[in-house]
C-alpha cells in the first residue's frame, strides 16, 4: 500500500445493486488534491452488488480495493475488519445504499481536520430520504459546534455516517460487546469521541437513505427489535466508561423507551405501549393513553 493515501474510503455493502453505482461515482466525483483509497466490505451480497464493485475495480484498480467475503460475517465483524484494512491518515465513511452530494466535501472536511490537530473528526448535515413514505428531511439542524462523549451519550443517534471522516488509528480493537449489536456506527462515535471532541460543520453534504433493505427499517417489528438492542448497547456502554456518564445514557434509554412504545401504538398494542412509556416518559404515556381510548 502506497504511504502516499491520505483518505480511506470505508465503505459496507450487502445487496446494494440498486445504489451502489450513485454511492462510488459520489466519491469519484470528489474535487481533491489527495490521494485517496476505497475499502468495500462485502458481506457475501446475493444480487449483483459483488459483480459491479468487481467491474468497478477493474476500472479503478489503483483507488478500490474490494473485500469480497467467502461467508456472511455479519455486519459487526465486516465493519470492524473493513475499518482495519483502511491504511490512509483519515477515514471517511459511506454506506453502500447512500452517497454524497457536494463534490468538494471530502477536501473540506481534510482541510479542516490537517488544522486542526486538537479535533479528532467532523461530520456534516445530510438530507435524510425514507422510500417507504417519501418523507425528506434534514438532520443535525440544530446542533452545537462541538461534538464529545455527553452529547453523544444523552443525544444518540445523530450522526449520519456518511458525514463523518475522522483520523484513523484512534484505537487497535473493538470490545467483545460490539460484536453483539447492530449499532454499530453508534459505538464508533463513541471511540472516536474518546479521544477528543467532533467538529460540526453546518453544511449539507450526503444523503442518507431510509429503505426496506436498511437495517433500521420496518417501523414496527424491526424498529422495536433495533431500539432494544441500543438499550441493551447502552448499558454496555456505561460499564465501558466506568458509570461516568450514567445520567446521560438514563436519559437516552428513556427517549428509547418512547420511541418502542410509538412502535407498539402503531400496532395497535395499547399494553406494551403503555408499559414502554412507563419505563420512558410518563406525560407522553398519558397523551398515547388517551388517543388510545378515543
Same mark, same amino acid.
Given at each position: 500500500? +502506497?504511504?502516499? %493515501?491520505?483518505? *480511506?474510503?470505508?465503505?459496507?455493502?450487502?445487496?446494494?445493486?440498486?445504489?451502489?453505482?450513485?454511492?462510488?461515482? *459520489?466519491?469519484?466525483?470528489?474535487?481533491?488534491?489527495? $490521494?485517496?483509497?476505497?475499502?468495500?466490505?462485502?458481506?457475501? +451480497?446475493?444480487?449483483?452488488?459483488?459483480?459491479? /464493485?468487481?467491474?468497478?475495480?477493474?476500472?479503478?484498480?489503483?483507488?478500490?480495493?474490494? /473485500?469480497?467475503?467467502?461467508?456472511?460475517?455479519?455486519?459487526?465483524?465486516?465493519?470492524?475488519?473493513?475499518?482495519?484494512?483502511?491504511?490512509?491518515?483519515?477515514?471517511?465513511?459511506?454506506?453502500?445504499?447512500?452517497?454524497?452530494?457536494? +463534490?468538494?466535501?471530502?477536501?473540506?472536511?481534510?482541510?479542516?481536520?490537517?488544522?486542526?490537530?486538537?479535533?479528532?473528526?467532523?461530520?456534516?448535515?445530510?438530507?435524510?430520504?425514507?422510500?417507504?413514505?417519501?418523507?425528506?428531511?434534514?438532520?443535525?439542524?440544530?446542533?452545537? @459546534?462541538?461534538?464529545?462523549?455527553?452529547?453523544?451519550? +444523552?443525544?444518540?443517534?445523530?450522526?449520519?455516517?456518511? #458525514?463523518?471522516?475522522?483520523?484513523?488509528?484512534?484505537? @487497535?480493537?473493538?470490545? $467483545?460487546?460490539?460484536?453483539?449489536?447492530? #449499532?454499530?456506527?453508534?459505538?464508533?462515535?463513541? !471511540?472516536?469521541?474518546?479521544?477528543?471532541?467532533?467538529?460540526?460543520? $453546518?453544511? =449539507?453534504?450526503?444523503?442518507?437513505?431510509?429503505?426496506?433493505?436498511? %437495517?433500521?427499517?420496518?417501523?414496527?417489528?424491526?424498529?422495536?427489535?433495533?431500539?432494544?438492542?441500543?438499550?441493551?448497547?447502552?448499558?454496555?456502554? $456505561?460499564?465501558?466508561?466506568?458509570?461516568?456518564?450514567?445520567?446521560? /445514557?438514563?436519559?437516552?434509554?428513556?427517549? !428509547?423507551?418512547?420511541?418502542?412504545? =410509538?412502535?407498539?401504538?402503531?400496532?395497535?398494542?395499547?399494553?406494551?405501549?403503555?408499559?414502554?412509556?412507563?419505563?420512558?416518559?410518563?406525560?407522553?404515556?398519558?397523551?398515547?393513553?388517551?388517543?388510545?381510548?378515543?
Amino acid at each position: 500500500m +502506497s504511504n502516499n %493515501i491520505l483518505v *480511506s474510503i470505508w465503505m459496507l455493502t450487502y445487496n446494494h445493486e440498486q445504489y451502489l453505482e450513485q454511492a462510488l461515482e *459520489s466519491i469519484l466525483m470528489q474535487k481533491r488534491d489527495f $490521494d485517496l483509497e476505497i475499502v468495500i466490505g462485502d458481506d457475501l +451480497s446475493t444480487d449483483n452488488t459483488r459483480n459491479l /464493485i468487481r467491474s468497478y475495480a477493474e476500472r479503478y484498480p489503483k483507488i478500490i480495493k474490494p /473485500i469480497l467475503r467467502d461467508v456472511n460475517i455479519g455486519i459487526a465483524k465486516n465493519f470492524a475488519d473493513t475499518w482495519f484494512n483502511c491504511k490512509g491518515k483519515y477515514i471517511a465513511l459511506l454506506e453502500g445504499d447512500d452517497y454524497w452530494t457536494d +463534490s468538494k466535501k471530502l477536501q473540506k472536511q481534510i482541510n479542516f481536520l490537517e488544522a486542526n490537530p486538537e479535533y479528532t473528526a467532523c461530520y456534516t448535515k445530510a438530507k435524510e430520504i425514507n422510500e417507504l413514505t417519501n418523507r425528506v428531511k434534514i438532520t443535525n439542524e440544530d446542533d452545537n @459546534d462541538a461534538t464529545g462523549l455527553k452529547e453523544l451519550l +444523552s443525544g444518540g443517534w445523530f450522526m449520519r455516517t456518511g #458525514s463523518i471522516v475522522a483520523r484513523n488509528n484512534l484505537f @487497535d480493537e473493538f470490545p $467483545d460487546f460490539f460484536y453483539r449489536y447492530g #449499532s454499530t456506527d453508534f459505538f464508533l462515535h463513541l !471511540l472516536i469521541a474518546k479521544n477528543g471532541p467532533i467538529k460540526f460543520i $453546518d453544511e =449539507v453534504t450526503n444523503v442518507y437513505r431510509r429503505h426496506e433493505g436498511g %437495517i433500521t427499517q420496518d417501523f414496527q417489528s424491526k424498529q422495536i427489535k433495533f431500539n432494544k438492542n441500543k438499550i441493551e448497547l447502552l448499558r454496555e456502554v $456505561d460499564l465501558y466508561f466506568d458509570k461516568k456518564f450514567t445520567s446521560d /445514557i438514563s436519559k437516552l434509554v428513556r427517549k !428509547l423507551n418512547n420511541s418502542t412504545a =410509538v412502535q407498539f401504538y402503531s400496532k395497535k398494542n395499547y399494553i406494551q405501549t403503555c408499559l414502554y412509556f412507563i419505563k420512558g416518559d410518563l406525560f407522553q404515556y398519558l397523551k398515547h393513553r388517551k388517543k388510545a381510548i378515543h
